[in-house]
């Protein structure tokens, strides 16, 4: 009973039906439990562990879990949350993007014990018949009601006729797997309630559904994304994951306890106690007994001010650069942004701070770049 109030609780930000679905899990029935991903990057980050983990959560209670990879519903694009229309994605990227997605959610869930299914199964096969059956199940005045939808039309923004049939599609995922719930972020509301129109229109049960926050990213302003540049990777190096970690404003390490880990924030810790205690739990989660050396090396790095052991290498052309060309070689986005961290002087090279974006280099070898606070480069 402790484990269902927990599912049902910490990390929770609405459930439909609760009473419903609390008499089903207390019965012992086993439940099919459904989230679906769709691969629009290649990477996973804390962001989606927040549902991953969830789901988690039922399977540990011994339901069948089901992972339905969207390698159809991603090339149309899902429209929550969207000001404008997605570019579509080509078959050949979205199986680039999957590629590593299951052994990034194996971090999380144990995909062995994992139905996982993509929508491509039944999407591509059912045919024009099964689309149009599908098309009855709502109307298009229900279609636009949703909020995104709303805000589009007033602003006299295009919504293409492929995004108001995502919802359908992904609401027919549910009836495809015969799922009794649903999970999905707040952004994804409107789509799993549309999923039960769905199901009731094929004859089956309305599955309940359970809808979990959106964290936002290193920033504290916007949520977690790729696109943002304000995520912490499944896949990031233990360093750098404890570092963009420790980098979070204050008063996101509450809620990053509460829904990325099992653990709430100590009372008797101050902020920069808590996102060590924090950033050790994420990164051992992640990183098996690798979380104490990259503790290390953040103190060593930061709180000694010396240079981490083992920083990448940077490697260069030419020994004359400007200092915008070695920055975008070493990773940064755009030249703009380059710009803004010369001026802002957050770059140093040999242990000098630069602040003329125009400066050209003339380069020796084994010089360290210093790129804000966390990156490090040995160039060569």
């Not at 099964?130 to 098309?135: D, R, S, T, V």
């Amino acid at each position: 009973m402790d484990n269902i109030e927990k599912l049902l609780k910490r990390g929770v930000d609405e459930i439909i039906v609760e009473d419903h679905l609390k008499k089903e899990l207390e019965s012992g029935r086993k439940l099919r439990v459904k989230l679906g991903i769709d691969p629009t990057s290649p990477d996973l980050h804390l962001g989606h562990t927040v549902v991953l983990r969830k789901l988690k959560q039922f399977q540990e209670l011994g339901h069948k879990i089901v992972l339905i990879i969207g390698d159809f519903t991603g090339q149309i694009g899902d429209p929550s949350g969207r000001s404008e229309s997605r570019v579509p994605l080509s078959e050949n990227e979205i199986k680039g993007h999957m590629k590593d997605y299951l052994d990034q959610a194996g971090k999380v869930i144990d995909v062995k014990k994992t139905e996982v299914r993509y929508n491509s199964e039944w999407h591509e096969k059912d045919g024009l018949k099964k689309m149009l059956e599908l098309m009855r199940s709502a109307t298009v005045q229900q279609i636009l009601k949703r909020e995104d939808f709303q805000k589009r039309l007033s602003e006299d923004a295009e919504i293409s006729l492929l995004e108001t049939v995502y919802p359908l599609l992904q609401g027919y995922d549910s009836v495809a797997i015969k799922a009794d719930i649903e999970l999905g972020g707040t952004d994804q509301k409107f789509n799993l309630l549309v999923g039960r129109r769905v199901q009731r229109h094929f004859g089956m049960a309305e599955q309940d559904i359970m809808t979990v926050p959106l964290i936002e990213g290193t920033d504290g302003v916007k949520k977690m994304s790729k696109s943002y540049g304000n995520y912490i990777g499944l896949n990031d190096e233990p360093n750098d994951m404890f570092g963009k970690i420790m980098a979070i404003p204050d008063v996101l390490i509450e809620k990053y306890f509460t829904y990325l880990t099992d653990i709430d924030q100590p009372k008797d810790l101050g902020p920069y106690e808590s996102k060590m205690l924090l950033a050790e739990t994420i990164v051992e989660m992640y990183h098996l007994k690798k979380s104490k050396k990259a503790k290390e090396e953040f103190i060593n790095a930061f709180s000694k001010n010396e240079i981490p052991a083992n920083i990448p290498e940077l490697k260069v052309k030419n020994k004359e650069i400007n200092i915008i060309d070695l920055l975008i070689q070493s990773g940064v986005e755009s030249r703009s942004e380059a710009r803004r961290l010369v001026e802002q002087g957050a770059i140093e090279i040999g242990g000098e701070i630069k602040r003329d974006y125009k400066e050209d280099l003339i380069l020796a070898g084994g010089e360290i770049l210093k790129r804000g606070k966390r990156n490090f480069f040995r160039i060569s």
